[in-house]
């Protein structure tokens, strides 16, 4: 919820954007340098040219911008309306997508916003999915949820819609990203969807209220969706599909990218294949994912190791903690031949606690 000292700042970022030449990447330099847009105000123009990308024009706008009247009318909405206000610079604001190169300067969410702090996986995709493919979307974002990931994706009709709904089968958690105003949801006939992910989960837009639509706010609200995300899943994508521009998105912010393969004579699936020759991550259930990325498994999915295991044995297994291992580097790491270690991991293997995947690299089972 917003107060007083809140509403003055989201003022004031709003101000601070609202120079002109100031877009969402010397935004993040400013306030990543001087922690608030109040204080970029109060700096001499001297200094504030010695920042990235701000020439002495836009210094010197800077030093002089106030909030106007509609801006602080604006904010006064945001109030009103009981929306949460994440500030870039925040230490609230989502660490992971203040990390990308245009994080929005504010966020605006509604519902249980404490889910924005825990790991996520982006499921995405196309709006008129294949009945198996809408299927598959919502079985891979229950398993993910039941293993304590939040899955996030952009409440469109299809695959996205999918995954939502695949998260709440599971009793869990997941984030809505829109590409309009949080007071205005979209398609219309997802309301009742949108009520039942605020009970758990949480809405986001950076779009304040009353921002007119434009459909150029939908590949705005993708890199939201990617910079949230640990990793994306597209799950079906045509040549041109929309889910395509996450997918780039994420490989931009240098996050994980899978893709569910697909027949080569459907449509939908020539953009997830392509994803996939290009070196996306093959997607067959959501054990691929938490395999490769085991940080994210926070609940439920942890299997008990043997209480008898050698002292080598455990090391072997703790060298995977972070996710697969190529069998050489294991070697080295555990000072032993590879021989060796292949025996040891082999035992292991046997006994449930790991497995081999691609390239001669082994993971925790």
Not at 261 to 288: F, M, Y
Not at 291 to 316: F, K, N, V
Request: hydrophobic share 45%.
């Amino acid at each position: 919820m917003t107060d007083s000292a809140t509403l003055r700042r989201l003022a004031d970022v709003l101000t601070l954007m609202s120079v002109p030449g100031v877009g969402s990447g010397i935004g993040k330099r400013l306030l990543a340098r001087f922690g608030s847009a109040d204080t970029i105000r109060r700096q001499k123009v001297s200094i504030l040219k010695s920042v990235k990308g701000v020439s002495p024009a836009i210094a010197s706008a800077l030093t002089t911008a106030e909030p106007s009247a509609a801006i602080t009318e604006q904010a006064a909405t945001v109030c009103r309306l009981g929306w949460d206000v994440f500030i870039l610079g925040d230490t609230r604001y989502p660490a992971r997508l203040a990390e990308i190169h245009d994080p929005p300067p504010v966020l605006f969410a509604t519902g249980v916003v404490d889910v924005l702090s825990r790991p996520m996986i982006a499921i995405v995709g196309t709006r008129r999915p294949t009945d198996l493919g809408r299927q598959f979307a919502r079985q891979l974002a229950s398993d993910l949820a039941e293993a304590g990931v939040v899955v996030v994706s952009g409440m469109a009709d299809g695959i996205d819609a999918a995954a939502h709904r695949g998260t709440l089968d599971a009793g869990s958690s997941t984030v809505a990203v829109w590409g309009r105003p949080l007071t205005d949801v979209f398609p219309r006939h997802h309301e009742q969807l949108a009520e039942e992910i605020g009970v758990t989960g949480c809405h986001v837009s950076e779009l304040l209220p009353g921002s007119e639509y434009h459909a150029k706010d939908f590949p705005s609200r993708n890199r939201i969706i990617a910079g949230l995300a640990e990793a994306t899943v597209v799950v079906e994508a045509a040549h041109k599909s929309g889910a395509l521009i996450t997918a780039e998105l994420a490989l931009d912010y240098n996050r994980e990218l899978f893709a569910v393969p697909g027949h080569p004579l459907t449509v939908n699936c020539a953009g997830t294949n392509r994803l996939l020759r290009e070196g996306a991550g093959i997607v067959t259930s959501a054990a691929d994912i938490l395999d490769l990325l085991p940080r994210l498994r926070t609940e439920g999915g942890s299997r008990a190791l043997p209480a008898d295991m050698t002292e080598t044995e455990q090391q072997m297994v703790a060298l995977l903690a972070d996710g697969p291992v190529q069998l050489d580097q294991l070697a080295r790491s555990a000072d032993v031949p590879v021989h060796e270690a292949l025996q040891y991991l082999l035992a292991l293997e046997l006994r449930g606690v790991v497995r081999e995947v691609a390239g001669k690299r082994f993971v925790r089972a």
